[in-house]
């Protein structure tokens, strides 16, 4: 045994960190020096002591980690220098690339450290500690302060505490203890068969799982059978064709406008059973307008490719192309966990920060970077939004700009953004081209009925009843339409294969054939009135397409022209949030809607004008402080096709 310097170790033990680090350790300072100096270790000293307590920690309370319990006394440890000396410590990469790994959960590999500490400087650079470097001439993206490293820290913590009640759900699944909860997602559709059923997904590390509190259904699909994952829309696959073909006509208005799914809200896991046979597990998101389904689409997927090699599966995983096939993968799969924790910092999505880093193996260097290539390939499929190779053929017809928001003035964009206003508040424009022409006399009949309704309105005193008339009749078209569907989806059930064969409607003639009779005066009005509509539209369309030139040109002095881009994106995300209630697409946010509708008819029918006012005054200067609608947030967005 190496003799023990004892002028060292008296400095050691001066020192308050190296203290507590040997407490946690439950050994002596000299037993430690001893073990690090009979070995060859990369590493420092005081890195060497903080593994072997954090490795201790762990043993005597394996549901907490040391790096949550103590984070300032890691950070302090990891630049000691700094610390010593009374100034507030900075680490750089190669000590974090080096002794993360060794402090769970901050980094599973040192490739999955490199790529968290970029994230983490390139978050802090626009912050008082990042200005604080530079004015010291030191660059922020090169050195990790302590301010930065507690939050992350702080939100590992809270993604950790997400995963509360996990060993209650594994014992009732009939998992094992070490399978551990990655993700969870509530209120969650299994739409194997209709009606879907409502539950909770979650994502261990080995084994997806919905569960359902109402009915006790109970799904568990292990990660390595699963074969592909991929989006779908769940109206398109889900309704019979014959439903589907009328579930989208709304009446709104006088007309009937075609309300399509553009937009995969559903996740398709194509999985083997025991028996060896494909099966399907089909899952609704409906928060956060379609991004969960996205998100949980890359997290699946990452964490069968992290079985999948554990079984030495790797090749052709995803789509068909071929991988690098690589035994014993040091995967380590609460990357999802990390990905969170960044994600919650406001830094995006990092791609390059999960798991598949960790395929590097023991070969030359050579083969590393083959992994590592493979890898970063994967990685860009998974995190892309959406993901290449994995859209819908609504997807795919939609309009570039039906989904994105932008906050720079865009000649393009704002083009598409006025062509969607256009199609989508049609019906308002027809109902104000109705309303002109009542009050212009161009139909007598249904003029002079509008003024005697109206004048007995006033002589009856029923302008308070208005509101109360207008929210209860448009609950119960909304009921009427329900009603409606459920009489196609039994037609549909019935007729079976027959209904999806394209039937003509009853009493038409043969589809090209000539008309009987030609068209009437009102008709002919009518198609001039929409003629000249869509010529207008047509003219405003060249006019931008032909002013863009200047319209670039002059895209500093445009801010006021980015706020009018946005209003008129924000106010056809409105519509299309409306047209999606109106679709009875999702029937648990209808419902709501049509609730809402029927309290506020009674409400309205209670209160006076007087008091309508006053309420309406209050709300709309109380506005600002209003916190954001979780339900309109929880309205998926459907997509416009021009007819």
Not at 132 to 152: H, I, M, Q
Not at 222 to 234: A, F, G, Q, T
Not at 587 to 616: D, G, M, N, Q, W
Request: charged share 15%; hydrophobic share 45%.
């Amino acid at each position: 045994m190496m003799a023990v310097d004892g002028s060292a170790l008296e400095w050691w033990r001066a020192v308050p960190q190296v203290q507590e680090l040997c407490r946690l350790s439950r050994k002596s300072l000299a037993d430690l020096f001893n073990e690090y100096s009979q070995h060859s270790f990369e590493t420092t000293f005081e890195e060497f002591l903080l593994a072997e307590a954090a490795r201790s920690f762990s043993r005597v309370d394996t549901s907490k980690a040391l790096v949550l319990a103590q984070p300032l006394l890691c950070f302090q440890v990891l630049d000691l220098a700094s610390t010593l000396e009374g100034r507030s410590g900075e680490v750089n990469r190669e000590i974090f690339q080096r002794v993360a790994p060794t402090l769970p959960p901050l980094a599973g590999t040192a490739a999955s450290a490199g790529c968290i500490f970029d994230a983490l400087c390139s978050r802090q650079a626009g912050t008082s500690a990042g200005a604080r470097l530079r004015e010291s001439g030191r660059s922020p993206a090169t050195l990790l302060t302590w301010s930065t490293f507690s939050a992350y820290v702080a939100a590992l913590r809270g993604c950790l505490q997400e995963a509360a009640g996990e060993t209650e759900v594994k014992q009732h699944c009939g998992l094992a203890p070490e399978d551990s909860l990655l993700h969870t997602c509530k209120l969650v559709h299994q739409v194997a068969k209709f009606p879907p059923v409502v539950g909770t997904l979650l994502l261990f590390t080995h084994h997806l799982v919905f569960q359902s509190t109402v009915l006790h259904n109970r799904a568990i699909i292990p990660l390595n059978s699963i074969r592909h994952v991929k989006l779908y829309d769940v109206a398109e696959h889900h309704l019979p064709p014959k439903v589907h073909q009328n579930a989208g006509w709304k009446l709104i208005g006088k007309a009937l406008q075609h309300v399509t799914p553009g937009i995969a809200t559903g996740l398709d896991v194509e999985w083997t059973d025991r028996r060896g046979e494909v099966q399907h597990a089909l899952f609704k998101f409906t928060e956060l307008e379609n991004t969960l389904v996205f998100q949980w689409l890359a997290f699946v997927a990452e964490a069968a490719a992290a079985n999948r090699c554990d079984a030495g599966q790797f090749s052709q995983l995803q789509g068909g192309a071929a991988r690098a096939n690589v035994h014993h993968a040091a995967f380590v799969a609460d990357n999802i966990l990390r990905f969170k924790a960044i994600a919650s910092l406001g830094l995006g999505q990092c791609k390059a920060l999960l798991g598949l880093q960790g395929l590097v193996s023991t070969a030359d260097g050579a083969t590393n970077n083959v992994v590592n290539a493979e890898a970063a390939a994967f990685l860009d499929d998974l995190y892309t939004t959406p993901p290449h190779g994995n859209v819908s053929s609504g997807e795919r017809n939609a309009p570039a700009g039906a989904l994105r928001t932008t906050e720079a003035f865009d000649p393009e964009l704002f083009r598409q953004h006025m062509e969607n206003f256009e199609v989508l508040y049609s019906p308002l424009v027809a109902a104000a081209q109705a309303a002109t022409q009542l009050h212009t006399w161009e139909n007598p009949g249904a003029s002079l009925m509008a003024l005697v309704l109206a004048l007995c309105v006033y002589w009856y005193d029923w302008v308070g009843y208005i509101l109360p008339a207008v929210c209860g009749g448009l609950a119960s078209i909304l009921l009427l339409e329900r009603a409606l569907l459920a009489h196609l989806e039994g037609e549909a059930q019935a007729s079976g294969s027959d209904s999806r064969k394209p039937q003509p409607p009853r009493g038409s003639a043969v589809m090209g054939a000539q008309a009987a009779g030609g068209a009437s005066d009102k008709e002919l009005a009518n198609a001039s009135r929409g003629h000249l509509r869509t010529r207008l539209g047509h003219w405003m369309r060249q006019a931008l397409d032909q002013s863009s030139f200047l319209l670039t040109s002059a895209r500093k002095g445009t801010a006021g022209l980015a706020a009018i881009q946005n209003n008129v994106e924000a106010a056809n995300i409105a519509m299309l949030k409306l047209r999606t209630l109106h679709s009875w697409r999702y029937p648990e946010l209808t419902t709501k809607y049509v609730s809402s509708l029927l309290v506020a008819a009674a409400f309205f029918s209670i209160l006076s004008l007087r008091h309508i006012y006053l309420c309406c005054v209050l709300f709309l200067f109380t506005s600002r402080f209003h916190p954001p609608s979780l339900f309109y947030q929880s309205i998926p967005v459907a997509c416009v096709r021009d007819d």
